[in-house]
């Protein structure tokens, strides 16, 4: 089968749900930053504060397009949509499902998280950057799944749906 790849904003649950729906369907399964920190041997925040967010842009393409495009489960990191060439690859050769979460709910989860560069923000930067980025999920997911209120075995089930419809 195509691999999936599952998209959406910070603390939307992309790697929790990506491990289970792996576990799910006994394939494998591989976190973007995960595999950036584990290949290059750096910390994001490391990249970005020395190296800028543009490098961990390139860095996180090349990870990207080093992960395999059958028999997996891929959890993106939230600005993989920010480029073109990502949303195209992920398109053309897997099924891209978008975790959706209220902006209400993800600021609740993340309430005490400093470790995410781009969320250690005002919370108007922290929302602006929630609004932007909205339509872009919407437009590179194949589908969609709401995840507020929700358990993780119920987005799990709605996710085993969709990509057997
Ligand atoms: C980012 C999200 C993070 C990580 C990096 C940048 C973003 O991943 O890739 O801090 O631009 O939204 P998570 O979505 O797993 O937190």
Known sequence: MKSIFLIGFMGSGKSTIGASLA????????????????????????????????TFRIYETNTLKNIPIENHVISTGGGIIGK?????WMREYGIVIYLHTSFE????????????????????????LYEFRLPLYKNAGHFQIN???????DIVTEILLVIKS
């Open 84 to 88: 073109q060439e990502n949303v195209r």
């Open 23 to 54: 576990q799910e369907l006994q394939i494998n399964w591989t976190d973007t930053d995960e595999k950036m920190v584990k290949d290059l041997n750096k910390k994001i925040s490391d990249i970005f504060n020395v190296e800028g967010e543009a």
């Open 147 to 153: 995840t507020d209120g929700k358990t993780i075995s």
């Open 105 to 128: 709910e993800i600021y609740n989860r993340l309430k005490n998280d400093t470790s995410r560069p781009l969320w250690n923000k005002a919370i108007d930067e922290k929302q602006s």
